[in-house]
């Protein structure tokens, strides 16, 4: 069954109460599988220049630099566990994209069902390999902004450690939000004929506008399907735009359920809902026709 991941990523704001509506809405409105946040050490990240610059886009800056608009939207390892306990209270699955090596042994120690490596560091493979070793959940890989003879390592990289059986890679374009013919949907059943009896499942991380994309991506056999996910799109902040709102969301996830069910082939000729029909309604030869 299609799983389907609400990505809250840093659309808290910094803010608890609002973190945990969001992880409420995905839950009861939206019928969310999981709900997904990120890790980031930002001392470990940035270096000292960068963490003293400006945000590039100041109008989205929670501080006065880089350093401290990340700081600002940053939550504890403690808080985490506060929200892994309040998902599971909720009925929705924790997960969170680890950035670093000390984000992931933080978020280890919590044990979540999965850990989300972002496209921006799927080629740190010092932190996937202290993952694959000490984590024993799903590993979970996005590979925007990656080649294909990247995206070819790192398959080879899980499965030289014996972990390509737990591992879900997400096609994905990075942008913010990105246009349709960015979204290269093909992409998934490039990487489903090249990887899909090598690894565990093939996902699609879309940052686009609508649902359209989504549902077709699981027409092509995307069987995690992860968005964006905010309150409110005119939001401060870089990801609200490319995210989906509660009703956004809610019919992402009716859809995909209801589509999910359609993508069968027929159980027989003529199904028991064509049956009255034939009968009433589909021309027959005579049986006195002559031969």
């Known amino acids: 069954m299609v799983k389907v991941i609400a990505e809250i990523g840093c659309n808290h704001m910094g803010k608890m109460d609002i973190a945990k509506e969001l992880v409420s809405v995905a839950a009861h409105v939206c019928k969310a599988d999981y709900a997904k946040f ?7 990240l940035l270096s000292p220049a960068q963490f003293s610059a400006p945000h590039p886009v100041p109008a989205n800056s929670y501080g006065a630099t880089y350093g401290e608009h990340r700081e600002a939207l940053e939550f504890t390892v403690e808080q985490h566990a506060e929200l892994k306990e309040f998902c599971e209270s909720q009925g929705i699955g924790y ?13 280890t120690s919590l044990k979540p069902d999965l850990i989300k490596i972002p496209s921006a560091t799927n ?6 390999g202290w ?13 925007g902004m990656t080649t294909k003879d990247e995206i070819d390592t790192l398959i080879t990289f899980y499965e030289e450690r014996g972990r390509a059986k737990d591992l879900v890679v997400y096609s994905c374009t990075s942008g913010y939000p990105v246009a349709f013919e960015d979204l290269c949907l093909r992409e998934i059943t490039r990487l489903r004929e090249k990887f899909e009896d090598r690894v565990k499942k093939i996902g699609f991380s879309g940052h686009h506008l609508g649902i359209a994309a989504d549902i077709a991506g699981l027409a092509l056999g995307a069987e995690w399907i992860e968005r964006h996910f905010t309150l409110d799109r005119t939001w401060k902040g870089t990801d609200h735009a490319a ?26 000729d003529v199904l028991d809902v064509e049956d009255v029909q034939r009968k009433k309604l589909k021309w027959q030869p005579s049986l006195r026709a002559v031969s």
């Not at 080629?123 to 996937?128: D, G, M």
């Open 243 to 268: 995210s989906l709102e509660p009703d956004g969301m809610r019919r992402l996830v009716r859809d995909l359920h209801n589509v999910e069910k359609a993508l069968t082939f027929k159980s027989k």
């Open 123 to 128: 080629s740190n493979f010092e932190l996937q």
């Open 38 to 44: 990120q890790k980031r050490n930002n001392r470990e």
């Open 131 to 143: 993952l694959a070793e000490n984590y024993a959940g799903e590993i979970h890989v996005s590979t």
């Open 95 to 107: 997960a969170t994209s680890v950035w670093d090596m000390t984000s992931a042994k933080e978020i």
